[in-house]
């Protein structure tokens, strides 16, 4: 079955810290691949996507992610955590011929001033 | 611009008795509309889908039902609720079919006693 695995659950940090969360996809075609965020009593909402093209992607609020698709990977990065990055992080991927977005089970993030 | 509305935000409700959740969209036409549960550890687990009025696909047998009765409304229902049902109910939208970035609303907290 398609599956999308993100390797921590909780993350502690202290800020100035950097971050980096897994992510891996087992789909073996074409993917987009996305993450969302949900801070603390908002709506889950887009970090950053990736479709084609760079594989690098820049998001917001200083997140980036890299596509590796040797590793199935998609990992999410920032170099530098603030106590407002405090939130669950959620790795998606969408398939074409799957045809549905599949969410991995979230990391829950806690950064410490 | 688009929004997207759920109601009710919280819902407490007795075992067998019946259910109702519903989702607005707001600025787009003839959008695809999802609902999702999501569970703590788990991810967000999609349990229908709607890619026009009328048309429903589910994704999990269970005690819920979803209707599309308007372009841009989604109900989420069920005849008697069950403990299990208990959970965070979010509905989505997306312009394309599945592969572009979903919308998500605010969540309805259920809690079946």
């Known amino acids: 079955a398609q599956s999308v695995s993100q390797h921590n659950h909780h993350v502690i940090l202290s800020e100035a810290a950097s971050l980096e969360l897994g992510c891996n996809y087992s789909?073996?075609?074409?993917?987009?691949l996305f993450w969302y965020v949900q801070y603390p009593g908002q709506h889950l909402q887009l970090l950053l996507k990736?479709?084609?093209?760079?594989?690098l992607v820049k998001g917001i609020k200083g997140f980036e992610a890299e596509f590796i698709k040797s590793k199935f990977s998609f990992n999410l990065r920032k170099p530098s955590v603030q106590w407002s990055d405090t939130a669950e992080y959620f790795c998606?991927?969408?398939?074409?011929?799957?045809?549905?977005?599949?969410f991995g089970a979230g990391t829950r993030l806690a950064v410490h001033p | 611009s688009q929004t997207i509305h759920q109601w009710p935000a919280t819902l407490v409700q007795p075992v067998g008795s019946p259910l109702s959740l519903e989702c607005t969209v707001e600025?787009?036409?003839?959008?695809?509309l999802y609902w999702y549960r999501q569970a703590a550890g788990r991810g967000l687990q999609l349990l229908f889908y709607?890619?026009?009025?009328?048309?429903i696909s589910s994704e999990v047998p269970q005690n819920l039902s979803a209707s599309r009765p308007q372009d841009r409304q989604f109900i989420l229902s069920s005849k008697k609720l069950l403990l299990s049902d208990s959970g965070f109910y979010l509905c989505?939208?997306?312009?394309?079919?599945?592969?572009?970035?979903?919308?998500f609303g605010p969540g309805t907290r259920l809690t079946v006693l």
């Open positions: 989505a939208w997306s312009v394309l079919a599945g592969g572009n970035e979903q919308f």
């Open positions: 789909y073996g075609g074409t993917v987009n």
């Open positions: 990736y479709f084609s093209g760079d594989p």
């Open positions: 998606a991927a969408f398939s074409g011929g799957y045809n549905k977005l599949i």
């Open positions: 600025g787009t036409s003839n959008p695809n």
């Open positions: 709607s890619v026009g009025i009328g048309q």
